[in-house]
């Protein structure tokens, strides 16, 4: 405190000086204001000389000749101690500089098409605000709030300075070799902790990835009765990460340990050495001086480790983030026209030359260029040709050219189509016109519009300097679906309603929630990709420009779409409108309507000119592109019937959603209404919301177990208690030195307690450390494992309704909060809280008199805490809620930073970083405002109790040293109130994540159990396939219609049955009803004798097999998909593997049934996909085989290699097929056709057929 008066009066002097400079006077507010602080701050600066000086009040002889007026003068400056703050504010002012470096350097990025450093630099930008602002939260639990590392090592070495001048040399000994000891200490336990906690990342990674393939696959786990294996292998990654979490939670323990028990050791050695080397009395001036010290080194210990790890962290983010604001950028327009290109002489003649370096602009420019000042383009020699690029040499950064000798025009008002196979460049050359690409060698030179031309008034109003570009990944904002049309350009009804129209969105719009206001999330998230494809094409088609790019803007549509698009929105809208037009398309079927074709193979331009050239000049290549053109339309025809019934499910699926989520909406708005009529009362909703979550609290500690509960809180209550006495030992031990002047003897005694008692101290510093870590492992532990089976054993409803990413977020980021937040919270909440109960109760002891003044100072206490809570909570939400938008704006502009610069928004998008950044500053300076309320309410709170101990210690007749450890106890007081505080506020907010675990936990599990015991099931039921339904009534939950009603059917063993109806019918509720997925309220499905409703749940699904429409594999090897349960030869897999066409393919793999598969069998085609899981289905030897629309999402080949292997390789086992083409169940020996979930029909197929006004007649003559 010295030391900052001192600081304040320098800084106030100098200022007052500069005033005077400057012509000002006393007749200046400002000046006067200044001086006045400049005598109140040398007043207190010299009250604290004199503190330090005389030593008064705390150290004295006898209690008689202690004078208040003047002893008490330096309690009162304590109050405008929080008010001053200077490093805090300039270092918050250093992170906007930074802050608005790093949000808008990737607009201006070189090379963030292709390389990942923009996303490094978001995680590492992340890293080091979440550094600063937590080493910035766990500093302002203490008095003096500056974040800074050097006053952690002021407070950790300073103080021994100050303990020095009572005991010289002795204490400079002890009081710089206990931090120094334990320095190299300290930093090997952070060492490994941070190698600790980096491993426990990657089993976390590991775990969250098997969780999230779980719940992908959850469907297909329950059918195949695979729950437990996956399930045991996702427990095995947690047995990992808990092990890596009990070695980070022991060294957590020891600098816990460490922390708390320096102190009482410094302690301990440093009055037992005096004792028996001074050979002086031990005073109580002296002594009390000396524990006052040494109870203030107990913060800056603990903080001191926290402080330089986090210090660690936040250099290794600049350094990365140096790397990034560093980077090559843009520059000028000479990237554009060729100017800015290496010449042909200045670079090396092979392609694999490496590049010269650009020139870099100087980041961390704030000027905002106006949006409207566009780069403008430079004229070439012939206005005929929009684009011409020279010798063009192109590269990714890597000096080897990816494009390489491209000449080529681009004709004005034209339409060119680029083609070629996969791979050979043609998006990469796209990008190269654009300026994504370094260029090597040669030129890229854009042509002005002719302003002598007699439409250039016409054309005069678009934006000339711009490119309308859709990329081949889609690109979307998180916006309604208007707004990322318009992008940014004023709207427009009539050119909206012709964008919408030549896109075909109108109806897709139609069937949204909001229509064109819907806001379509994240990366369009909600959106098919189709329909993604769309939105950015018709973006490029609204945007009035003279030159569009489309790349493959027809790869996700369907060929009813494509040829809309091509007709209407290219040939018509744009073609018609003389703009020039660049395409990059695989359908050659549209090579026809291109006035301009550029060929390309393998980085180089094979052919360019029209088609009517390239036929004349190039047979080979022309006769090649037939061949293609008449397979594609063969392909086509197939597909047409698929892609009309794919497209009515679809649409209907999206109807049912939509009205689905506008009665959702409508329902939560009723709910909100009700409830905001409910809750008028404002009392009422201060009540709730001050509410502490102490049943989930509660529910929390129980799950550590009840043991460990009791060990943690007994010995808690023990090492305080043990702390207590060991002040209270030093006061008697002094006060008998006042009173008796003990001899030798007693001193012997006294050391010898004291001795015991620090022991003790000390090691139950190391039992509560391990208990309360070893405590929240456990609770975390159980948790986690109970949170995992309840989700396993769900129901399948469960995971219909609820979205996939709410689940795994309780495994993500709750169950992180739970495993390392929670525990330190817990620990620094107990132990703040006892000492403030250990010092109120010592303090009352000394003096009585206090326990009077204690109910008001409690009183405004929970009021204090209660209300700061509530603010806490909610400006932490609000300040988490305006970061998320500006962390997603940062990475939608990463993402998509070639759009915005193609489409020359750079600008606008530089202006809503900037306005993200200052909403999200404002919302942390809120909360930075309301810790400072706190932190003011708190230390008055604590003055006041110094102040009333003080006061009531002078009256009472207390031994010097109990009075001495009253105010000692009320001196420290202060630093723990705003812990108690802070830490309950934190405490609340971390049971959330508690809370959210818990509602899970409560879900109803299916009914795994039955009425048979496993035992009773012959071994190999069902061995004839023969299925009984009798009456079968189905419905998903209770509160819901049946969706199937009364269902009487026969199949006989061996029986080939197809099931057909139209969409919603109640098909594919049927074959849930075989595993018993859905319930069956009434009926029976009876199996070979044996009722399914009577078996365990498990025992019926391993004795069945399906293939269900989307073919799932997991992650692992081929080997793991076909047998996971590892009960088959490697002869019988390879068996099945042959019956499904796949055993050459298999045996081409590295490793061959052992092959890599990756997530989500991504490695593999979707009709490869779907082939491994018929194999799979042949390997379970079921006799019963139910076929989910098994061939909707493969191709025609395929689906006839899985129709011939069914009727070859299970020809003697039952198999029911849900028809996807009605076409292909017309020979099953029994066909059942549902309507509404009526059973209609049921008889032959030839039969069915007979009867030409029958549903399944009509359903065969609609798909014909």
């Known amino acids: 405190l010295f030391l900052y008066w001192v600081m304040a009066f320098i800084t106030k002097t100098i200022k007052l000086v500069k005033y005077w400079q400057s012509g000002w006077g006393v007749s200046d507010l400002r000046f006067c204001i200044t001086g006045v602080m400049v005598i109140l701050n040398g007043l207190l600066m010299a009250v604290e000389i004199n503190v330090i000086r005389v030593r008064r009040y705390v150290f004295f002889m006898n209690p008689q000749k202690v004078k208040p007026p003047e002893d008490l003068q330096d309690l009162g400056v304590r109050f405008l101690q929080p008010f001053v703050n200077l ?68 407070r950790a070495f300073g103080r021994p300075i100050l303990l020095s001048s009572t005991f010289r040399y002795l204490a400079d000994l002890l009081g710089f070799a206990g931090p120094l000891c334990i320095s190299g200490i300290v930093q090997r336990v952070n060492e490994t902790k941070n190698g600790t906690n980096n491993a426990n990342g990657d089993y976390s990674t590991e775990r969250l990835k098997k969780t999230n393939e779980i719940l992908k696959g959850i469907k297909l786990l329950k059918l195949y009765a695979w729950e437990n294996i996956f399930c045991r292998s996702v427990e095995e990654t947690r047995m990992k990460e808990l092990s890596s979490l009990k070695t980070f939670a022991l060294y957590t323990s020891l600098s816990i340990f460490m922390n708390a028990a320096i102190p009482i050791a410094a302690v301990l050695a440093t009055f037992v050495t005096h004792a028996y080397a001074s050979g002086n009395n031990l005073k109580p001036a002296e002594a009390f001086a000396s524990l006052s010290l040494f109870h203030i080194l107990v913060t800056p210990l603990f903080l001191l480790s926290t402080v330089v790890r986090f210090a660690v962290k936040a250099i290794i983010s600049v350094q990365k983030l140096n790397e990034f604001l560093l980077s090559d950028e843009i520059g000028d327009d000479s990237w554009r026209t060729g100017e800015g290109a290496l010449t042909l002489e200045s670079c090396k003649k092979h392609i694999g030359a490496q590049s010269k370096p650009i020139n870099r602009k100087q980041p961390g420019r704030y000027h905002l260029d ?118 940014g350009s004023p709207f427009n009804r009539q050119r909206y309603k012709a964008v919408t129209d030549a896109c075909s969105l109108q109806p897709d719009i139609d069937l949204l929630p909001f229509g064109d206001q819907t806001e379509i999330g994240e990366r369009g998230i909600n959106l098919s990709g189709g329909q993604r494809q769309r939105i950015c094409v018709a973006r490029a088609l609204y945007q009035n420009t003279n030159i569009v790019f489309l790349d493959d803007p027809f790869s996700a549509l369907d060929i009813h779409l494509s040829d809309h698009l091509m007709q209407e929105g290219i040939l018509k809208f744009l073609k018609e409108d003389k703009r020039t037009l660049v395409l990059v398309t695989h359908k050659l079927q549209y090579l026809t309507h291109a006035d301009w074709i550029i060929a390309m193979k393998d980085g180089s331009v094979l052919r360019e000119g029209t088609l009517k050239d390239i036929q004349t000049k190039d047979v080979e290549l022309y006769e090649h592109w037939k061949t293609l053109m008449n397979r594609q339309d063969q392909e086509l025809e197939k597909d047409m019937e698929a892609d009309q019934t794919t497209l009515e499910r679809k649409t209907l699926r999206r109807a049912m959603y939509s009205r689905e989520a506008k009665a959702q909406m409508e329902d939560e708005d009723e709910e909100e209404e009700e409830e905001e009529d409910d ?59 006042n009173i008796n002047n003990t001899g030798k003897a007693d001193q012997t005694f006294y050391v010898a307690g004291f001795s015991i008692l620090c022991g003790a101290g000390i090691f139950l510093c190391l039992v509560t450390s391990l208990t309360v870590e070893w405590m929240g492992l456990t609770a975390a532990k159980n948790l986690h494992h109970n949170l995992l089976n309840k989700i396993i054993l769900g129901p399948i409803r469960f995971f219909d309704t609820t979205p996939l990413g709410l689940i795994l977020n309780r495994f993500s980021a709750d169950t992180n909060i739970i495993d390392q937040h929670i525990p330190p919270t817990l620990e620094s909440l107990t132990r703040s809280t006892l000492l403030c109960l250990s010092a109120i109760g010592m303090i009352s002891y000394a003096t009585p008199v206090f326990l009077v003044a204690l109910v008001p100072l409690g009183v405004a206490f929970y009021f204090i805490q209660k209300y700061f809570r509530v603010a806490s909570k909610d400006l932490q939400e609000l300040d988490d809620s305006t970061q998320l938008p500006l962390l997603c704006h940062f990475s939608e502009t990463a993402e998509g930073l070639t759009t915005i610069r193609a489409f020359r928004h750079e600008t ?98 299916e009914n795994y159990e039955g009425t048979m015991d496993p035992s009773q099931v012959p071994e190999h039921w069902p061995q004839e396939g023969e299925i009984k339904i009798h009456d079968l009534c189905v419905r998903y939950e209770n509160n819901l219609k049946p969706v199937l009603k009364h269902v009487k059917a026969y199949i006989k063993p061996g029986q080939k049955v197809g099931i057909c109806g139209r969409t919603g019918s109640g098909k594919s509720s ?195």
């Open 679 to 737: 809750d008028d009362n404002m009392s009422t909703v201060m009540r709730l919301r001050t509410k502490m979550p102490w049943k989930t609290c509660w529910w929390y500690l129980t799950s550590g177990g009840f043991f460990l509960l009791f060990l943690m809180i007994f010995s808690k209550l023990l090492k305080h208690s043990v702390i207590v006495a060991i002040d209270y030992w030093l006061a008697t031990w002094t006060s008998e030195y």
């Open 1070 to 1264: 049927l074959s849930l009803a075989f595993f018993r997925m859905v319930d069956i309220f009434d009926g029976k499905i009876v199996i070979d004798g044996i009722d399914i409703s009577k078996l365990p749940l498990h025992t019926l699904r391993s004795r069945l097999s399906i293939i269900l429409q989307d073919p799932i594999l997991f992650s692992g090897s081929i080997r793991f998909n076909l047998d996971p349960e590892c009960k088959c030869t490697d002869d019988r897999l390879w068996e099945a593997l042959e019956i499904a066409q796949l055993k050459n393919m298999v045996k081409s793999l590295p490793g061959g049934l052992d092959a890599v598969v990756t997530e989500g069998g991504e490695n593999f085609s979707v009709g490869q996909r779907q082939l491994f899981c018929l194999a799979r289905a042949f390997v379970r030897k079921s006799s019963i085989l139910i076929m989910d629309e098994a061939t909707a999402s493969i191709d025609m080949a395929t689906e006839n290699i899985l129709q011939k292997v069914v009727m070859t390789a299970f020809a003697d086992r039952t198999v029911v097929t849900i028809a996807h083409r009605v076409s292909s169940i017309v020979d099953a020996g029994l066909v059942l056709v549902f309507s509404e979930g009526i059973l209609v029909e049921c008889d032959t197929g030839p039969n069915l057929l007979a009867h030409k006004n029958g549903l399944f007649s009509t359903l065969v003559m609609t798909n014909k």
């Open 908 to 1005: 606008r998008f530089k202006q809503r970083m900037l306005e993200l950044t200052d909403t999200n500053n404002i919302a942390y300076l809120f909360l930075s405002a309301a810790n400072r309320w706190l932190e003011v309410r708190t230390d008055y709170l604590g003055a006041c109790i110094v102040l009333t101990a003080s006061i009531t210690s002078i009256s009472g007749s207390s031994n010097s040293g109990l009075v001495g450890l009253g105010l000692l106890y009320a001196l420290t007081i202060t630093n723990y109130l705003n812990w108690v505080v802070r830490n309950l506020a934190d405490l609340e907010v971390q049971m959330g994540a508690v809370k959210k675990v818990n509602s899970f936990l409560t879900m109803e599990s």
């Open 87 to 154: 490093l805090s504010k300039a270092t918050y002012w250093w992170m906007n500089t930074l802050i608005i470096s790093a949000h808008k350097k990737p607009i201006d990025l070189k090379a963030i098409g292709k390389l990942p450093i923009a996303m490094r630099a978001v995680t590492n930008y992340v890293c080091l605000k979440d550094a600063y602002e937590e080493q910035k939260k766990k500093v302002a639990d203490r008095p003096n709030r500056t974040p800074s590392i050097w006053l952690a090592m002021y």
């Open 370 to 487: 106006s949006f409207e000042q566009c780069r403008r383009l430079r004229p070439t020699e012939t206005e005929d040709i929009a684009i011409k690029v020279t010798d063009g040499y192109f590269s990714w950064g890597s000096g080897l050219a990816t494009l390489s000798n491209i000449d080529i025009r681009i004709p004005t008002g034209q339409l060119t189509m680029i083609v070629g196979q996969v791979g050979c460049g043609k998006s990469s050359l796209l990008l190269a016109i654009l300026g994504e690409m370094q260029t090597l060698e040669g030129k890229v030179h854009w042509s002005n519009v002719n302003e002598s031309e007699p439409s250039f008034e016409a054309t005069r109003s678009r934006n000339r300097y711009s490119v309308a570009y859709a990329a081949q990944k889609p690109w979307l904002l998180n916006a309604t679906v208007e707004e990322n049309i318009t992008f």
